[in-house]
């Protein structure tokens, strides 16, 4: 009876104290670093005090189907408290006239701590050729 | 007895100080960058809600798709479901001029003027030149409330649909969502 019991008692403490010994490899998971760069991108301006908490990662255009033009900016807020900004896109002619409706009104909106976010307007007229998007702290 | 004429002296001192204060000073501001935030709904959410609506609709095309463009649009109702008195054109207005101006659409008018020299030069004519609307803008602004300890949730709901007039179907819809949390209690006017 004693033996049924210390039996696996004793195989189960030998075996313990063995694995300690073993050198078991561990798998390290790369160091959780955002790799991306942010974006320079003479189209976009930020305030300095912006700039400082909010990067921009990318800038993207495509055509809609009815034929005008779409842009999607990508902004990261880097710290980690919410942070609101008001964003607003300026649209240009091929002359370089600035076109103004609901589009171009400044937006008020906001980023989450660490957040990807995605912000994007499509031009208001076709003949639209080139943007601009202003990045500002609210008041 | 001498303190009798020296309270009412003292009392008046503010009095005296009170035409050196300078008066709060007013200055412009763009409506659509000002520092006040209310529970109500004001005009950046109207141009929030707006700027969604446009952006959505023309990236979708689904304006382009009528046989003879640029589409017409009748603005049918847009119903406030708040507990405010607002006026929808704030929002609606917002949409059809940015639409118009991007060349896809054009806004059937309201101006009974309008519409009834229209009528007239027809009737004069012997024509029928009117063209009826392929659209109809319709919507609904929503508010919700949430309570939690002393602290409110206020959510506006714009939800926009454009409808076919061939079909009745609603070929489009929006649905713009602002929050505002509030520390005091929930009355806006």
């Known amino acids: ?139 | 007895m001498k303190s009798k004429i020296i309270c009412p002296i003292i009392a008046a001192i503010p009095l005296l100080f009170n035409g050196c204060a300078t008066p709060p000073p007013v200055v412009y501001q763009k409506p659509n960058e000002s520092p006040i935030v209310t529970t109500g709904i004001n005009i950046q959410d109207y141009t929030t809600a707006a700027n969604d609506a446009v952006n959505e609709l023309l990236a979708s095309d689904v304006l382009g798709k009528v046989s003879n463009p640029p589409a017409v649009i009748f603005v049918s109702r847009i119903v406030n479901n708040t507990g405010q008195q607002i006026n929808t054109d704030l929002l609606a207005k917002k949409i059809t001029r940015a639409l118009n101006q991007s060349g896809k659409t054009l806004t059937t008018s309201t101006d009974p003027a309008a519409i009834g020299l229209h009528n007239e030069i027809d009737f004069v004519a012997d024509t029928n030149t009117t063209r009826l609307a392929d659209f109809t803008l319709s919507g609904k602004i929503i508010e919700t409330i949430d309570r939690g300890g002393n602290r409110s949730l206020t959510t506006y709901t714009f939800q926009l649909s454009l409808n076919d007039t061939k079909t009745a179907y609603q070929v489009w819809e929006g649905d713009k969502e602002i929050g505002k949390i509030s520390t005091q209690p929930v009355i806006s006017f």
């Open chain 1, 1 to 139: 009876m004693k033996t049924r019991i210390l039996l696996p008692l004793g195989l189960a403490a030998g075996m313990a104290a063995l694995s300690g010994c073993t050198t078991a490899k561990i798998l390290q998971a790369p160091p959780l670093v955002d790799q991306r760069i942010t974006v320079a991108d003479p189209r976009v301006s930020t305030d300095a005090s912006l700039n400082s908490m909010v990067s921009i990662m990318g800038v993207k255009t495509s055509m809609t189907p009815g034929g005008l033009l779409k842009v999607q900016v990508e902004l990261q807020n880097r710290t980690t408290s919410l942070q609101e900004f008001i964003y607003r896109f300026e649209w240009f002619d091929a002359y370089g006239m600035e076109i103004n409706n609901v589009i171009t009104a400044p937006i008020t909106d906001q980023i989450e701590a660490q957040e990807d976010k995605f912000i994007s307007s499509v031009a208001p007229k076709p003949n639209c050729k080139d943007f601009r998007v202003k990045f500002i702290t609210p008041n």
